[in-house]
C-alpha cells in the first residue's frame, strides 16, 4: 500500500487517505486512524468522519493553521503501521431479505448483462456471501457494503434515476449500496428490502455500522411484502467474533 | 401549551431550521440547519439574542402565523411583503407581533430562503440535538398547517431595529478553493469554469443548486468510477452529464462525481439565495486567503449586534427633515 496522503477539503478540512483503490486494508487502516483520531481530541478539532479509505477532520483554521494541523496528523500517522490494524470490535452479521428484479429490482437484468452473467447467476453471486459494511455515508445510516468480484465493476450510469425508494439495493464499482431514504441516483436498482437503517427518534438511530457483514437472503415479492409492517424487514442481527 | 406561534396556513418550503447538527456525519448525517445561516445570525442580531435560536425558514413563500402571546418578531433572508393585520412590515428588522394578530407573509420578492426569527427563539423538542428539519435525512419535516410551534421563553424587549444585510439576493461572484479533484480537470475547463455565467435552475433544494448554463457541460480525467469520498457543503460536483451542482449544507456526506472546487461558506448563501434570473460566476481564491475571508466574514458575523439601526428615526434629531420620505412606511429591503 501508497504511504497516506493528506489533502486539503474545503477551507476548514483535511482528508488522511490511505489508497488511491479501495482495499481492504486501506478500508480497515482508515476505521483505526479514526478511531485515535476522534480519541486524541485535537485542539481545533469540530468533526470527524470516514470514508472507504479515508478520514475526515473539519477543525478551526483560525485557531490551527492548516501546516500546524498537518503536521500534528502526519506524527499520528507515523506513530504506527495503520495498515495492520485489525478490524474494529463488536462486529455483526445480519441476515436482510431482498427481492431481486422485476417491479422491485428494475435495473437487475441491465446490470446482470453488464456484470456478464444471467439474472439467476447475478441473484445467486450477491446472495451467496455475506458482504461487509467498508463505511457508513451519504445518506443517514446509509452502508457501503463490498468488495464484490470484478466483473461488478460497473460505472455509475451518466443519468440520475429521479428516485430509488427507501430500502432500494443497488449496485455499482464492486459495491452495494442501501438506501435509507427515497434517493435520486446514479446506481442501478437490482433489488427491493424492507430494512429500516435510520430510526431518528431512537437512542442509537443507526442499524449498521462500519465493520458488520451483511448477507442478503433472496425472497419472493410477496414474501417480501409480508416485512411492510416489521421495522426491521425481516433482518436478523447476531454477533460476529 | 404556554407561548406558541401558530401556523395558520403554512407552504412547501416552511421548516423549522437553526444551525444544524455536528457528530453525526460519521453516520451519514450532514450538518444541514438554516440554507442561509447568516439570516438566522441576522434575525438573532435584531432581536439580541444568541444566534443558535431556532427559527422559520420559508422557501419561496411565506405563510400566516398568529401569536398567543405578545411576541418579538425578526424578518430576515430572502425578501417577502409581510404584514401584521394588514398594516405593511419593513423587512430585515425586528416588530411586535401582537397576541391575536395575524401576521401574513407573502411570497419572496428576492432571493430564495426568508426567516421569520421570534424572541426566546423556537423550543422544539430536540432530535440528535438541534431542532432542524433535515429533510433529506428524513429527520423533521415541513410546518404543517394548524401547528403550534412551541416557544421558549423571552428575556428581551426591544424591538424597532433595522439593518442592511450583506447583498447576497442577486447572484454575483463566489470564491472557491480546489477541491479533491480539481486537478483532473485541466486548465482550459477550469478557465471556462471561471468565466462561464451560471445560473441557479429550479430544480434546486436545500441539499443543493442545479446550475444552468450555455455550452457543453463540463468533463474531467476521472470518467463516472471514482471511489466515493468525503463531500462538504460548498463542494461543487459535476455529475456525469457535465452539470455542476453546488452542494449545500443539508448535502449528502460521501460522493463519487468529481468536484471542480468548493464554495466558501461565507458565499455559500450567494448560492442558496440567488433568483433563476441572477447570474453567478466562481473564482479560484488560495487557501491562505480563503482563511482570512473566514475570518473576517465571522468577525462581522459576530459584530451584526453593533450595526443596528433604529427602525424610527427620532425626527428632532434629523438634521435634513425634508429629505426624508415621512408617509411612506413600505419599505421593500435591500
Known amino acids: 500500500m501508497d504511504a497516506p496522503t493528506i489533502r486539503t477539503l474545503g477551507y476548514d478540512g483535511l482528508l488522511i487517505t490511505f489508497g488511491e483503490r479501495l482495499s481492504d486494508t486501506s478500508n480497515r487502516a482508515a476505521l483505526a486512524f479514526h478511531e485515535t483520531l476522534v480519541e486524541a481530541q485535537l485542539s481545533g478539532a469540530v468533526e470527524t468522519s470516514t470514508s472507504l479509505v479515508s478520514v475526515y477532520l473539519r477543525f478551526d483554521p483560525n485557531h490551527v493553521s492548516h501546516a500546524n494541523m498537518r503536521q500534528t496528523l502526519s506524527e499520528m500517522l507515523a506513530s504506527r503501521d495503520w495498515c495492520s490494524a485489525p478490524p474494529p470490535e463488536g462486529r455483526s452479521l445480519w441476515r436482510i431479505p431482498a427481492a431481486f428484479g422485476g417491479d422491485l429490482g428494475p435495473q437487475l437484468a441491465e446490470a446482470s448483462a453488464m456484470a456478464g452473467i444471467t439474472e439467476a447467476a447475478a441473484v445467486a453471486a450477491l446472495t451467496r456471501h455475506p458482504v461487509r459494511v467498508q463505511t457508513i455515508g451519504f445518506a443517514p445510516g446509509m452502508p457501503y457494503l463490498g468488495e464484490l468480484p470484478a466483473n461488478w465493476d460497473l460505472p455509475r450510469q451518466t443519468k440520475l434515476t429521479a428516485q430509488v425508494p427507501r430500502g432500494g439495493l443497488c449496485v455499482a464499482i464492486r459495491q452495494l449500496v442501501l438506501f435509507p431514504n427515497p434517493t435520486p441516483t446514479g446506481w442501478r436498482h437490482i433489488a427491493q428490502t424492507r430494512v429500516n437503517l435510520f430510526r431518528p427518534a431512537n437512542d442509537m438511530p443507526f442499524l449498521l455500522k462500519p465493520g458488520d457483514e451483511v448477507k442478503f437472503e433472496p425472497v419472493s415479492p410477496d414474501e417480501l411484502n409480508a416485512y411492510e409492517d416489521d421495522p426491521m424487514g425481516g433482518a436478523i442481527c447476531e454477533a460476529l467474533s | ?334
Open chain 2, 1 to 334: 401549551m404556554t407561548r406558541a406561534l401558530y401556523v395558520k396556513r403554512s407552504a412547501p418550503g416552511i421548516t423549522v431550521q437553526d444551525l444544524g447538527r455536528t457528530g453525526y456525519l460519521s453516520y451519514g448525517v450532514s450538518r444541514g440547519g438554516a440554507a442561509d445561516p447568516l439570516a438566522l445570525a441576522e434575525g438573532a442580531a435584531l432581536l439580541g439574542q444568541d444566534p443558535k435560536h431556532a427559527g422559520i425558514e420559508m422557501a419561496a413563500v411565506g405563510g400566516v402565523f398568529e401569536a398567543n402571546e405578545d411576541m418579538r418578531i425578526a424578518l430576515t433572508g430572502a425578501t417577502m411583503h409581510a404584514k401584521i393585520d394588514g398594516k405593511p412590515l419593513r423587512w430585515n428588522a425586528s416588530h411586535v407581533l401582537p397576541a391575536g394578530a395575524r401576521l401574513a407573509i407573502e411570497a419572496a420578492t428576492n432571493g430564495n430562503y426568508g426567516y421569520l426569527s421570534v424572541g426566546g427563539g423556537l423550543a422544539l423538542p430536540k432530535i440528535m440535538g438541534a431542532q432542524s428539519a433535515h429533510l433529506a435525512a428524513g429527520i423533521g419535516g415541513i410546518v404543517e398547517t394548524g401547528t403550534a410551534l412551541s416557544v421558549g421563553p423571552d428575556s428581551g424587549k426591544d424591538v424597532g431595529w433595522t439593518l442592511t444585510p450583506e447583498l447576497r439576493l442577486e447572484g454575483g461572484p463566489v470564491r472557491v478553493v480546489p477541491s479533491l479533484q480539481t486537478e483532473l480537470f485541466d486548465s482550459a475547463e477550469i478557465s471556462r469554469f471561471e468565466e462561464t455565467v451560471f445560473k441557479r435552475d429550479v430544480r434546486s433544494n436545500r441539499m443543493g443548486a442545479r446550475l444552468a448554463f450555455d455550452g457543453p457541460g463540463f468533463s474531467s480525467d476521472s470518467g463516472l468510477s471514482i471511489l466515493s469520498e468525503v463531500i462538504v457543503p460548498g463542494d461543487i460536483q459535476i455529475t456525469g452529464d457535465g452539470t455542476p451542482f453546488v452542494l449545500l449544507n443539508e448535502c449528502q456526506t460521501v460522493g463519487g462525481y468529481p468536484r471542480i472546487g468548493c464554495v466558501l461558506p461565507s458565499d455559500l448563501p450567494k448560492v442558496a439565495q440567488a433568483p433563476t434570473a441572477a447570474p453567478l460566476r466562481f473564482k479560484f481564491v488560495p487557501l491562505e486567503q480563503a482563511v482570512e475571508i473566514e475570518a473576517r466574514a465571522g468577525a462581522a458575523r459576530r459584530a451584526l449586534p453593533d450595526a443596528l439601526a433604529p427602525l424610527v428615526r427620532d425626527p428632532r434629531k434629523m438634521s435634513d427633515l425634508l429629505a426624508y420620505q415621512l408617509i411612506s412606511g413600505v419599505v421593500s429591503g435591500v
